[in-house]
């Protein structure tokens, strides 16, 4: 899974968001790494949508505009999660062979 992919599912994880309030959260929880731009993340939305990952949740009407809410479904819960797990895995394989290099470098 990408980075934005992940990031964007881990805004959703939190409740339903529209597309500002996505970018905004996946900025925040990069610590600003990841800027999101509108047509990125709509091109993201879609192929989400697509796959079953999002939903759109509701829609707003806010200074004459629509503004769409959109969810993480359960299949993108399964999905959020078992990539974490898998990061995890490779975190904790960096940890060790890190503490292995470290317990036995050159003096």
Do not use: N, W
Not at 16 to 34: C, K, L, N, T
Not at 62 to 90: C, F, N, P, S
């Amino acid at each position: 899974m990408q980075e934005p992919t992940f990031l964007i599912l881990t805004a959703l994880a939190a409740g339903p968001q529209h597309g500002y309030g996505v970018i905004a959260d996946v900025e925040g929880i990069s610590g600003g790494q990841v800027r999101l731009r509108a047509g990125t993340l709509y091109a993201a939305f879609d192929r989400l949508q697509t796959e079953g990952l999002i939903t759109e949740d509701r829609e707003e009407i806010v200074d004459g505009r629509v503004r769409r809410y959109y969810k993480l479904t359960g299949d993108g819960a399964t999905r959020l999660a078992a990539e974490v797990e898998r990061m995890h895995r490779h975190a904790r394989a960096a940890t060790v062979r890190l503490r292995v290099l470290g317990s036995g470098g050159a003096a």
